[in-house]
């Protein structure tokens, strides 16, 4: 059954994904593919993904291969794109391409790979 969170599409929405420039949207879905490294950052960015999205209790699909990971985003009772997904797609974001910043005395971070966008 529908719910009556506001479903965005359009200008609307590509007004709210500017915040998110590597996120688009289409077809009722948000949608991002990160590249990776390979299989072993990957799984780990998939995991990372799991977390958050039991968290918010908001489950994306997900299509895994070896380096990249396709995530769509879309609240199911709403039909489409609502603000839980815009949420959930910036928390995502932050999580997965997270890098430190380094320098002493800090995290140094990988030295390379790991996502590449």
Known sequence: M???????TGSTLASKLTALPHWSGAEGWL????VTDGWRTTMLAVNAIA???????????LEVHWNR??????THSAGGVTDKDLQLAAQLESTVTWQPTGGFPG???????????
């Open 51 to 61: 977390f958050l999205a039991e968290a918010a209790n908001h489950h994306p699909d």
């Open 69 to 74: 990971i396709v995530v769509r985003l879309q």
């Open 107 to 117: 995290l140094t971070g990988q030295a390379a790979g790991w996502v590449k966008r």
């Open 2 to 8: 529908p719910t009556k969170e506001p479903v965005y």
């Open 31 to 34: 949608r991002r593919e990160y």
